[in-house]
């Protein structure tokens, strides 16, 4: 009776481990293929062992072999994708933990478009008052993507962020940046300034507020997430990038109210899961720029991409790629601190 007792025992842990293995090896090929093939091969090796604790015990040193290598592919100028073209620039950044996860091209000197009407608003926050009311200028006579006003319009500091942000208007742009220092170029002094002396940016000069080609206006990508990276964190201007659509209203030189309904251009917003916005640029010289925010349960993805022929391609490319590797990572190491945590924790495979 007691021999058959323990034939019974030692039968059940056979099966216990031949089921955990089975678990583990669908489980993780399902989370991340490259763990996958590192687990695989630990299962096929130790397979003959019919210890859980054992296996288990074991398994802690494998997975925490595999968590600390994906930790160095997704540190600080890791690996770029192999999805992006080469020639494209973008540096994907944690913000919670300040951390770059990937970059391509971060520190080549790039046109910004009108992703830095990002740094524009910082400024602009800083030096007025959403109710103040500006009397334009001369200066919103430009071109590009504008909202149409016209000298001697008068029009409140909320209406000209939500076109300079909704729209990317360069003529709000131009209004805000006369207003707060008296000119462009003065302005634009004021921009290299902030950027390099607050924010810590090395390698950008802006020579305008709105981001049209100008030689001598350049950034690159790791100085604009920097910039991004300030961005996200004023709430104040988060709420207008965050608008899929917006109406403002301005009053001409005659008193006459005029109204304008806009609609954002950047067409991830509210379409990818998680996206809160930013900025979208595109030039001749800029190509395709995008700057991404994404906020989700378990994390928070800052974007930057410039010099793309096929900017929300790439973007969700990047974007996917990443939060696989990160819950990969993740539940590499939540495995490695508690083995036992496979088995009780629901949802993992």
């Known amino acids: 009776m007691n021999y058959r007792k323990r034939k019974l025992i030692r039968l059940r842990k056979t099966l216990t481990v031949f089921l955990l293995c089975i678990l583990l090896l669908v489980g993780f090929r399902y989370l991340s293929p490259l763990n996958a093939n590192h687990l695989a091969s630990f299962i096929e090796a130790n397979f003959k062992s019919f210890s859980l604790a054992t296996l288990l015990s074991s398994q802690v040193t494998s997975t925490s072999i595999n968590s600390s290598a994906i930790s160095a592919s997704t540190s600080s100028d890791s690996s770029p994708s192999t999805h992006i073209t080469q020639g494209v620039s973008y540096v994907l950044v944690d913000p919670e933990a300040n951390q770059i996860l990937k970059s391509q091209n971060a520190d080549l000197h790039r046109a910004p478009a009108s992703t830095l009407k990002l740094l524009t608003g910082l400024i602009a926050e800083e030096n007025l008052k959403e109710t103040d009311i500006i009397r ?22 909320q209406n000209l962020l939500t076109a300079l942000y909704v729209h990317s208007a360069n003529d709000a742009a131009a209004a805000l940046a006369v207003k707060i220092s008296g000119s462009i170029p003065e302005f634009a002094q004021k921009m290299n300034n902030y950027a390099s002396t607050t924010l810590g940016c090395q390698d950008s000069h802006f020579t305008n507020p709105h981001g049209l080609p100008d030689p001598d206006q350049y950034t690159t990508a790791k100085d604009l997430s920097i910039i991004a990276n300030h961005f996200v964190q004023n709430e104040k201007l988060m709420k207008y990038v965050q608008k899929t659509s917006a109406q403002v209203q301005w009053k001409d030189v005659q008193g006459k109210s005029h109204n304008a309904d806009l609609q954002n251009t950047n067409l991830l917003l509210r379409v990818y899961p998680g996206d809160l916005g930013l900025k979208t640029g595109t030039t001749t010289e800029a190509g395709q720029c995008l700057v991404s925010y994404v906020k989700r349960p378990d994390g928070e993805l800052l974007l930057v991409l410039l010099g793309s ?7 969700i490319t990047l974007l996917d790629e990443t939060w696989a590797e990160q819950r990969s990572a993740a539940a ?8 036992k945590s496979l088995i009780s924790s629901p949802g993992i495979f």
Do not use: A, H, M, T
């Not at 022929?309 to 973007?315: A, I, L």
């Open 309 to 315: 022929e096929q900017r929300y391609k790439d973007s």
């Open 136 to 157: 334009v200028g001369k200066e919103v006579n430009i071109e590009g993507s504008k909202l149409g006003l016209s000298p001697g319009d008068e029009i409140s500091v």
């Open 332 to 339: 590499l190491r939540g495995l490695s601190k508690d083995p």
